[in-house]
């Protein structure tokens, strides 16, 4: 069993709690006289969001507590670890959403606890509440009887409505660190007296990504392969295959252009049965380690700094927007993996399976602005005064015929574009922030051309609705109407998007 380790070493008391960060909230709130009668834990998977509302809920029940801890031996404390304690009431938000099961916890919250001190009720997953029931236990979090409790967990905090959060105290549970997971894992090897070296501790906190769950379980594999003596060397071999299906090891591929061996990563992944939202949840999160390394804002990992010498902030940036994309078609795929693998050969990394002028010149499919031929040109400065007129008896100027357009015109552009950015954000936010990674690069009669660093950005600013507010925005900052076309920057291209604020948009894109 999998789960053995984790199942039969998770901590009991809340002073065992392996996540720092929650074991110092629920001490703090513990000893204050004024505790809390309902808890938001939120995180991701297999940080100990359930474990600990358990913990918590035993503490809040136990006879004979020990200052912040239960003292794990009364008779609450014993029925509370066989999961026969009638006082503590665990609710599956994803098999009992709706407003009846709702109800029925409110006829039933007014009662006085069996035997233990309180009555905790305990809700996992509450973020799949529907919001009629999220409507009807409003009243009750906002008056809870004295001796009743609540505690719901959720990986998807976001999605808890704001009215039902500000009744709520907020315990975060953030992805362990090395340090934690080993602390987590210490109990099984003093457990189960098992010999196993300091680097072969770390390479497991590495691989299983913060999760105390996914950490128990790569320990239980060894211990179950090797015994009680495990060698770093066995160690290695046996956990290599999950260093080599990891989000990072996929991240690694896509920056460096791999493009067929992480398409073949992919179908790995689903033989394996991969968990796509998750799997990209890590990349996301990996990319944005990266990001804020490549602005200098945190230390890289020693591992991590090779990746960051062949990157830049730009690339990095539109990848990360190329995940939130593919999470989103995720939702809609008949076939799981296809997103993933069209974000691979879509990359700005990607070096596709050719190479040579007709690979590059497949970089970019969309037309040039034509060479005008005009005896008239009418040029409108930026700032909507008057037009000017430029006659001539020949045709259109070496410059305008390469589509340079005026170098001045674009500059006054180029000052008025985080204005046009502005303009454009309250029409739809995702196109406002495709635009933050492209550049106006060249004007002419009425036109403007955009270059745009990530094939996926070209795409969706090229559909017609976008290309539209696009548009909208230029004309409302200007005074009249542009025609936008975009154009992908090629590989060899020095050109770079305005730089200034990229690690205000990552942290706006990941938060803080």
Known sequence: MMDAFYLKYRPKTISELDCASAREMLTSNLKSKDMPHAFLFSGPKGTGKTSSARILAKTLGCLNPKGIDSCNKCDVCLATEKGVNLDIIEIDAASNRGIDDIRQLREKVGLSPLRARNKIYIIDEVHMLTNEAFNAILKTLEEPPEHVYFIFCTTNPEKVPETVISRLTSVVFQKANKDEVKRCLA????????????????????????????????????????????????????????????????VEMIIKGETKSALKLTKELENEGADWHEYLRGMMEYVQKLIIAKTGASKPEETDIDILAISDLNSLTALSLGLAHTVNLLREAIIPSLPLQILICDSVFSKGDSSGPEADKALDSTPKIANYQTKRIKKKSLSGSKAIDLETDSEVNSEASLGLGDTAQLKDFIDKWPEILQAVKPMNHSVEALLRACRPTELNEGRITIEVFYPFHKQKLEEERNRRIIEDGIKKVLGFPWKVFCTLAQKDSKSKPPTDDLYEQAKEIFGK
Do not use: C
Not at 194 to 199: L, R
Not at 239 to 246: D, H, N, T
């Open 187 to 250: 109990r099984a090897v003093e457990g189960e007296d098992i010999e196993i070296e300091e680097n072969s501790l770390d390479l497991i906190a590495s691989i299983s990504q913060g999760s105390f769950r996914d950490a128990h379980k790569l320990l239980y594999q060894l211990f179950v392969s090797e015994g009680k003596k495990i060698t770093h060397k066995k160690a290695e071999n046996l956990l290599g295959r999950w260093i080599k299906l990891s989000p990072e090891k996929m």
